[in-house]
């Protein structure tokens, strides 16, 4: 069930309007980077000064040129890290598109889906987008002191993360808030075990690009299969 449906969201990524999504989700998050790092750069320039005095030393010059500098790299490393949830917190605003494309190619004798409130999208967008930050942050603080432990870490607790609200996000287009977490608790491991699937494409730079999409394609299809399981 769980492969199948990979299957089926892998073939969606070909279609125009998922890599649309894609498109949109990138584009924004270098934009947010790049403007983060322009504003660092204009705080470095009005908080430091130019040059110092040290003692026995004499004056040092281009100091606040030197912390743009290393600036720029920091910011370079930690956009490694920052861009996949930051692109998957702008995607999010778009995944109600992916989902209805793929219903509508796959699925297309369903009812109409029960619209979420733009304050509902924006709750539930924003708690993912900060569950994922602070969550890979922690464990970002960990992995150096259980290198060997670290794959599973990373795996257990993106597996767990992505799984749940990508689930959710499914069902919450055809169910109340209430009977989609009943549906989640009662499909937890299956869930859990497509979240950590999909916590693969996340570790490979560039690839991990269209997990937002690929999520949001392949837990509709696990939606519909649990849903026809149980009859």
């Given at each position: 069930?769980?492969?199948?449906?990979?299957?089926?969201?892998?073939?969606d990524l070909l279609r125009p309007g998922a890599m649309k999504v894609v498109g949109i989700g990138v584009a924004l998050s270098l934009g947010l980077l790049i403007a983060i790092y322009?504003?660092?750069?204009?705080?470095?320039?009005?908080?430091?000064?130019?040059?110092?005095?040290?003692?026995?030393?004499?004056?040092?010059?281009?100091?606040?040129?030197?912390?743009?500098?290393?600036?720029?790299?920091?910011?370079?490393?930690?956009?490694?890290?920052?861009?996949?949830?930051?692109?998957?917190?702008?995607?999010?605003?778009?995944?109600?598109?992916?989902?209805?494309?793929?219903?509508?190619?796959?699925?297309?004798?369903?009812?109409?889906?029960?619209?979420?409130?733009?304050?509902?999208?924006?709750?539930?967008?924003?708690?993912?987008?900060?569950?994922?930050?602070?969550?890979?942050?922690?464990?970002?603080?960990?992995?150096?002191?259980?290198?060997?432990?670290?794959?599973?870490?990373?795996?257990?607790?993106?597996?767990?993360?992505?799984?749940?609200?990508?689930?959710?996000?499914?069902?919450?287009?055809?169910?109340?808030?209430?009977?989609?977490?009943?549906?989640?608790?009662?499909?937890?491991?299956?869930?859990?075990?497509?979240?950590?699937?999909?916590?693969?494409?996340?570790?490979?730079?560039?690839?991990?690009?269209?997990?937002?999409?690929?999520?949001?394609?392949?837990?509709?299809?696990?939606?519909?299969?649990?849903?026809?399981?149980?009859?």
């Open positions: 069930m769980i492969f199948a449906s990979y299957v089926k969201a892998w073939g322009v504003a660092m750069v204009w705080l470095i320039g009005w908080l430091v000064p130019d040059s110092f005095s040290l003692p026995f030393i004499g004056e040092i010059g281009h100091i606040d040129t030197a912390l743009s500098i290393v600036s720029a790299g920091v910011m370079l490393i930690a956009s490694m890290f920052l861009m996949v949830p930051v692109a998957s917190a702008f995607t999010g605003f778009f995944l109600e598109d992916v989902a209805e494309m793929v219903e509508d190619a796959h699925y297309p004798a369903l009812p109409p889906v029960r619209k979420l409130t733009l304050s509902e999208s924006l709750s539930d967008t924003l708690r993912f987008f900060g569950v994922i930050i602070v969550a890979n942050l922690i464990a970002l603080a960990i992995y150096p002191f259980v290198i060997p432990l670290a794959p599973f870490l990373f795996f257990g607790l993106n597996g767990y993360l992505l799984g749940r609200e990508y689930f959710q996000m499914a069902a919450l287009r055809r169910m109340e808030r209430d009977e989609a977490l009943a549906l989640y608790e009662r499909n937890k491991a299956t869930v859990w075990a497509a979240g950590a699937l999909m916590a693969v494409p996340l570790s490979i730079p560039l690839l991990n690009l269209f997990v937002p999409v690929l999520g949001a394609a392949g837990f509709t299809h696990l939606f519909h299969a649990i849903m026809g399981r149980r009859g």
